[in-house]
T-cell receptor, first 113, second 116 residues
Framework: DTGVSQDPRHKITKRGQNVTFRCDPISEHNRLYWYRQTLGQGPEFLTYFQNEAQLEKSRLLSDRFSAERPKGSFSTLEIQRTEQGDSAMYLC???????????FGSGTRLTVV | AQKVTQAQTEISVVEKEDVTLDCVYETRDTTYYLFWYKQPPSGELVFLIRRNSFDEQNEISGRYSWNFQKSTSSFNFTITASQVVDSAVYFCALIDSGGSNYKLTFGKGTLLTVNP
C-alpha cells in the first residue's frame, strides 16, 4: 500500500493552456474523489467516482474541467483554457465504499500565470 | 445544509504546552461522520481520526485526544505536550447522508504554530 499518488506535484502554466493531472488511488479503493483547495481555505469537493462511473460533479466544475477514471483505476483531471482563478491545490482522495481509509494524496499545486 | 466551523484561525503555543482545537458542526442528519486531518507545509492531508455519530466515546491516541459532544455539536481535538513537529494546519470535516454520503465538508482550518 503506497498511498494515493498524484502527479505532477507542481505545475506552472500560462493562461489559456490546457493541463492534465493524474491520480493513482490505493489499489483496493472503489471510490475516488477530487477536491480543490485555495489559499487559506479548506478543500472543496469537485467530483466523485465509484469504480469507473462519475457519480457527482460539483457546480464548482465548469465546462472547462473534465475528469475520467478509465477502468476504475487511475484518474485524470483536465482543465482546458486555464484561467488565473484556477490556481489552487488539486487534491485527490480514495476510500472504500464504507468510507474506511479516506486517504488524500499530496496534491498538485497549479499556478496559472 | 451541513457546515463545519473552526473559529480559531491561528494558535501559537510554546513547546510542551497543551492545546485544544475547536470544531463545531451543523447537520440535520442523525447519521454522520466527523474527521480530523493534519496538513503540514508539504501540503498532504494526513488522516488523524474518524468518528461516527453513534459513537460518543472519547478517544486518546498517544498525545492526541478527541472530545465528541453531540449535545453541543462539537468535536474538539487536544494535543498534550505539544511539539514543534505538530505545527501544521488542522482541518475538521463532516460527512453526512444529506445529498451524499461520501462528500467531505471541511472547516477553514486552524493554523497551529508550536514554538521551541
Amino acid at each position: 500500500d503506497t498511498g494515493v499518488s498524484q502527479d505532477p506535484r507542481h505545475k506552472i502554466t500560462k493562461r489559456g493552456q490546457n493541463v492534465t493531472f493524474r491520480c493513482d488511488p490505493i489499489s483496493e479503493h472503489n471510490r475516488l474523489y477530487w477536491y480543490r483547495q485555495t489559499l487559506g481555505q479548506g478543500p472543496e469537493f469537485l467530483t466523485y467516482f465509484q469504480n469507473e462511473a462519475q457519480l457527482e460533479k460539483s457546480r464548482l466544475l465548469s465546462d472547462r474541467f473534465s475528469a475520467e477514471r478509465p477502468k476504475g483505476s487511475f484518474s485524470t483531471l483536465e482543465i482546458q483554457r486555464t484561467e488565473q482563478g484556477d490556481s489552487a491545490m488539486y487534491l485527490c482522495a480514495s476510500s472504500l465504499l464504507t468510507l474506511e481509509g479516506y486517504t488524500f494524496g499530496s496534491g498538485t499545486r497549479l499556478t496559472v500565470v | 445544509a451541513q457546515k463545519v466551523t473552526q473559529a480559531q484561525t491561528e494558535i501559537s503555543v510554546v513547546e510542551k504546552e497543551d492545546v485544544t482545537l475547536d470544531c463545531v458542526y451543523e447537520t440535520r442528519d442523525t447519521t454522520y461522520y466527523l474527521f480530523w486531518y493534519k496538513q503540514p507545509p508539504s501540503g498532504e492531508l494526513v488522516f488523524l481520526i474518524r468518528r461516527n455519530s453513534f459513537d460518543e466515546q472519547n478517544e486518546i491516541s498517544g498525545r492526541y485526544s478527541w472530545n465528541f459532544q453531540k449535545s453541543t455539536s462539537s468535536f474538539n481535538f487536544t494535543i498534550t505536550a505539544s511539539q514543534v513537529v505538530d505545527s501544521a494546519v488542522y482541518f475538521c470535516a463532516l460527512i453526512d447522508s444529506g445529498g451524499s454520503n461520501y462528500k467531505l465538508t471541511f472547516g477553514k482550518g486552524t493554523l497551529l504554530t508550536v514554538n521551541p
